[in-house]
């Protein structure tokens, strides 16, 4: 139900917002900044600033013995999940039409739709999925962490370094951006937690200085 109410968030959001600015990188940006910005102060004013916690069903909870350490069953289904939607996605955008579609539609939007393909609803559609791995994502993001102000913030800086990190567009680069940042910031966190932050956006920093299409 999260990710069915965000997906159709999206669609109202990319069918009345984003079609004026298509194809505009930065204008695209700060439009969904704003309604980020927007959405997260209505939440707060609906339901408050207390941090709330969901707990996970306890199915997905087991606790599992490996190599004698034990590990948190939630975990293990969070990463399981996270690797059955990126298998999924590359699936989807290099082994369908309607990802031939997409990529197409993205590199030459007008040739594109002169061999008669609306790539308008194409675009709807792919951001509607967006949304609805989105509310998937929020899900299980409120039932591992807790729900409170300002992490929504927090996901999406750390979203900007893996995109940054693997490259716009590729599904096999956010995996890796997401793995880089993400042992990089436990790292930091347990061993120089005064500098965390420097040490997740330094590789940022070095990959747009080095190689700005990304890993």
Do not use: K
């Amino acid at each position: 139900a999260g990710g069915a109410a965000a997906a159709v968030m999206a669609c109202a959001m990319e069918r009345l917002l984003l079609v004026w600015v298509r194809g505009r990188d930065l204008p695209e940006s700060l439009l969904t900044l704003a309604v980020a910005m927007i959405l997260a102060d209505a939440a707060v004013a609906v339901w408050g600033g207390n941090p709330l916690t969901m707990q996970p069903p306890a199915v997905l909870t087991p606790r599992l013995h490996i190599l004698g350490i034990t590990y948190p069953g939630f975990r293990i289904f969070v990463l399981l999940f996270g690797i059955l939607v990126g298998v999924g996605l590359w699936l989807l955008l290099m082994r369908t039409t309607l990802g031939m579609a997409v990529r197409a539609g993205v590199d030459d939007r007008e040739t594109t739709a002169a061999l008669g393909i609306n790539v308008g609803r194409i675009m709807t559609i792919v951001f509607m999925l967006a949304g609805l791995l989105a509310g998937f994502a929020g899900v299980i993001g409120g039932s591992y962490w807790a729900l409170a102000p300002g992490e929504d913030f927090q996901v999406l800086a750390l979203s900007l370094v893996t995109i940054v990190i693997g490259g716009m567009g590729s599904v096999v680069g956010a995996a890796v951006g997401a793995l880089i940042t993400a042992m990089t910031l436990s790292f930091a966190t347990a061993y120089f937690p005064d500098f965390s932050l420097f040490f997740v956006f330094a590789p940022m920093a070095l990959v747009l200085a080095v190689r700005p299409q990304g890993l």
